[in-house]
Each structure stands twice: as C-alpha cells, then as structure tokens.
C-alpha cells in the first residue's frame, strides 16, 4: 500500500480531495451488505402474486411512501440491535437492508419519485439539542428540564431488572415478573 505524501504540490491531489462526494472514504464492507440486500429485493424476494423480486430501481418508476421504508429500515436496525445478524428470510445482514432502505429513500427523493407521508415536525431535533448539552451551568440535571412539563412517556427512566432465576429482563415498575422457576430475585 502507498504511503500518502504530505507533499501538497500536487493540484490535482490538492482538488480531488476537496470533491464531493469522497467515495472512497465508504467501506467496502458497507456497499457489499447493501449490495447483497438490494440484489434480493431486486431479483429474490418472493412477491404476493407469485414470482421474485420488485425489479432493480422498481422506485423509480412508481412513487414510494417515507413510512414504508423508514419502517423497514428500523425493524432490521432493531433485529441486529436484539442479536440477529442476517434476515431470516433473505439471509442477508440485517444492516444491508437498513442501508438499502436508507438508500431507497435517498434515491427517492432526489428522483422526485417520494410520497413523504412523514408526520408534521416535531420536537425531537430539540429535544436532542437539549439533551446533548448536558448539565446547564447551575448543575442542573438533563433530566430536571423536565421539572416545568410533564416529562414524555419515551423520555422516563425505567429500571430493567434481570430475574436471577429464568434470566428475563422486566421493567421495576411494570407488570409483576412470575419467575418459572420459582426464583424471581432481580440479579
């Protein structure tokens, strides 16, 4: 592998590394998990009417709707979250379809060809902002900016217990756990 000059004499060195966008820069690793899911939707997956596959770029010749991808991309993003690594149905990683999704609806847009049926803005980009500044100079706690509203049913801690007995994991305040083996002490 070449080592990279720090000589800058270069022009075109100096241009090609001001380009947008830097291609080079996305691992292969990602392209090839997004490649693998769109080659099954595009050729594999099996279709309601009989037959496989929606056809590669199908999104461009009939609109598509926010909702359904975005949904799709956070079920696998939640199925790799919880463990899984591959889709049971198209053996493929769960993050190459998030990234097929994502990619979808990247395309979608920029080919007019997006039904953005979002919801009507909401609060979270401030609440984030809010968030991510972290205790105001007064110390107060993320959590006390709460102290003027109701706080969010999202935004409420909870206590996650693990069962010693069966290994389950419960809320504090939720229902009561019944431990199987007749063990339910938290760990």
Known sequence: MAE??????????????????????????????????????????????????????????????????????????????????????????????AKACLGILADAIESGNLVDDRPKAGPAPALLERLKRGPGPDGASREEGWKDQESPASCQTAVVIRCGGCGTNYLEHGSPHVCPGGNGDPL
């Open 4 to 97: 990279v000059s720090a000589d800058k004499t270069n022009p075109k060195d100096l241009l090609g590394t001001k380009k947008v966008p830097n291609l080079s820069v996305i691992p292969a690793a990602s392209i090839i998990c997004e490649g693998l899911a769109m080659r099954y939707g595009a050729y594999e997956a099996p279709l309601a009417g009989g037959g496989n596959g929606y056809g590669p770029f199908n999104w461009r010749e009939k609109q598509v709707r926010a909702s359904i991808y975005v949904d799709a991309c956070l079920r696998h993003l939640m199925s790799w979250i919880d463990g899984e690594a591959n889709a049971a149905d198209s053996g493929v990683p769960h993050l190459g379809h």
